[in-house]
């Protein structure tokens, strides 16, 4: 490694030899993605990304809660996009089932409220903000402390909730975001008058940058396209796999960030 060499590994876990620890080889998937990673452009280096993944879970009591249909791969793969774009990259995920991308620092969190913790805490020394968890607009009021038992009875049973904080919206209007030291990337699922909407919500979320794409279409799939709305207008990226779109993702945000210092 003096040498200037790139050590890659060694990984941990069962070894032949019976024990359990450090010394085997990495597996041939992770050899792959730290080889591409190593080779990629790095228009990102030295820029401190957080990316926000995944959807939340709001509890109603110990043993249930309110969630969406997110799936968290469009976050991962940005997550992972900006790291081999040459990023230190910290990904915020929701309760998902899938692997954190190599290289990148992942907090696993459950709800709304601790997400925007974990993500104000964090926003404080990065330099780029990608929201793109589907954050649940509500939460139950209160939830129970211990299992809600039916009575059968068979009457209705109310629930109320609070509405959650917008974690995008609060970090984007933090001094840092304002005065460009950190630049804020939104995400919007809408279902219709994509461009439109979009517009809308990058001033309502007050980011430089919003990413729109047609919700029902992308939730939980393997591809998706974007559409980017910006002050220079509107940009397609049209339909391909989200580790695609990640990557050509990335490259606009490098594009914007770079011209930001220029
Ligand atoms: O308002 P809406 O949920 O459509 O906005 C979507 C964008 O705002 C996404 O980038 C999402 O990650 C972010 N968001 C958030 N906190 C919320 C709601 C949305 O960060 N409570």
């Known amino acids: ?11 941990r876990g069962d070894q032949a030899c019976g024990e359990f620890g450090h010394g085997r080889m990495l597996e041939a998937s ?13 228009p990102l280096l030295g820029q401190r990304v957080l990316v ?38 910290t990904l915020i995920a929701g309760p998902v089932h899938l692997p954190t991308p190599r290289g ?19 926003a404080q020394s990065a330099t780029i903000f990608i929201a793109t968890a ?9 939830a129970a402390d211990h299992k809600i038992k039916k009575d059968g009875s068979g009457e209705a049973r109310q629930l109320s909730f609070v509405e959650n904080p917008d974690i995008l919206a609060e970090i984007a209007h933090s001094p840092r975001a304002q005065s460009g030291e ?15 909407n979009a517009q809308a919500k990058r001033a309502r979320k007050g980011v430089p940058l919003l990413v729109a794409n047609i919700g029902p279409a992308t939730f939980g799939r393997d591809d998706n396209a974007l559409l980017l709305v910006d002050d220079e207008g509107v940009l397609e ?6 580790r695609v779109l990640a990557q050509q993702l990335i490259a606009e945000i490098a594009r914007r960030v770079s011209g930001l210092e220029a």
């Open 134 to 142: 589907a954050v649940a607009d509500w939460r139950p009021a209160q």
């Open 104 to 122: 990148v620092q992942r907090i696993d969190v459950d709800s709304a409220s601790n997400m925007l913790s974990a993500a104000t805490q964090r």
């Open 237 to 242: 990226l049209p339909h391909a796999s989200k």
């Open 30 to 42: 992770e050899l792959l993605e730290e080889l591409i990673a190593y080779l990629a452009p790095k």
């Open 182 to 196: 950190l630049y804020c990337v939104g995400f919007a699922a809408e279902s219709e008058n994509l461009e439109a």
């Open 1 to 11: 490694a003096e040498d200037g060499a790139v050590v890659l590994g060694v990984a």
């Open 52 to 89: 926000t993944a995944g959807p939340t879970f709001e509890a109603i009591d110990p043993v249930r809660g309110i969630t969406n249909l997110s799936s968290g791969k469009m976050g991962f793969a940005i997550a992972r996009a900006a790291r081999e774009a040459g990023a230190d990259v």
